[in-house]
């Protein structure tokens, strides 16, 4: 996808996630578009995205409205992920990456190391994070040799933020959104070194991890509920 309609979907998440976009609240392509100060594509393309992955429902007429769901909800899927993509990575050990797949995630993560390099992101490099990330991902589920890993995750991506590439940022905390990133891409490495030595156990282990970095999500909710807030939608990935 795009840079532009990458920060399109994530800055739409992030709004929901905050509570700036409340729950059962109406969202229509013109005024959204006019507020991010894009045109309507991307918005469309947004909402669709949104819409799949469980934050918001489409309306019989025209435009969408932003679902509500709990921290048990959120908590649940992302718990499935870990253990799917953690069963994954096991497989991936016990089978032998192939060369191919050894080179491509070499090269994600010399591409991560450089783009963390300088010691701070903004939204680009982490619309390049997202395809890296998603990408990454996705070889070490090809690797397990597992179509039903695969067929499980994609039933399980329609839940809020349980997909590896429902990714949201805070734009106005971007220190601390470095360190949860550049957190997730060390452990990107660690999976590799216990792949790559056919540490299936260990790589379960790390990848299940992995998941619990989008708990960060689950945890403002649960924050929200506990303050006595209204509930408010929410996927990565990630990582």
Request: proline share 2%; charged share 20%.
């Amino acid at each position: 996808m795009n840079k532009p309609g990458q920060q399109v979907i994530s800055r739409l998440r992030q709004m929901i996630l905050s509570g700036e976009l409340e729950a059962g609240q109406r969202l229509a392509e013109i005024p959204t578009a006019e507020q991010l100060g894009v045109s309507r594509t991307p918005v469309r393309i947004a909402f669709r995205t949104l819409e799949q992955e469980g934050l918001l429902t489409k309306l019989s007429g025209r435009g969408y409205i932003v679902r509500q769901v709990t921290q048990a909800e959120i908590s649940g899927a992302i718990e499935v992920r870990g253990v799917l993509e953690g069963l994954a990575a096991r497989q991936a050990a016990e089978n032998t990456l192939s060369k191919a797949q050894i080179n491509e995630l070499l090269q994600l993560l010399k591409q991560g190391d450089e783009l963390f390099a300088k010691g701070n992101i903004n939204e680009q490099d982490l619309a390049i994070y997202h395809d890296m990330n998603q990408r990454f991902h996705q070889i070490i589920i090809e690797a397990s040799l597992n179509p039903a890993i695969a067929e499980a995750l994609s039933r399980n991506e329609h839940l809020p933020f349980a997909s590896v590439s429902a990714l949201a940022f805070d734009r106005n905390n971007l220190a601390q959104e470095y360190r949860r990133f550049n957190f997730a891409h060390m452990q990107h490495h660690a999976v590799f070194d216990a792949i790559s030595h056919g540490q299936g156990s260990r790589a379960e282990a790390i990848m299940r991890e992995h998941a619990n970095v989008t708990h960060s999500y689950a945890k403002v909710f649960s924050q929200m509920e506990e303050n006595g807030e209204r509930m408010h939608v929410l996927k990565n990935t990630g990582s």
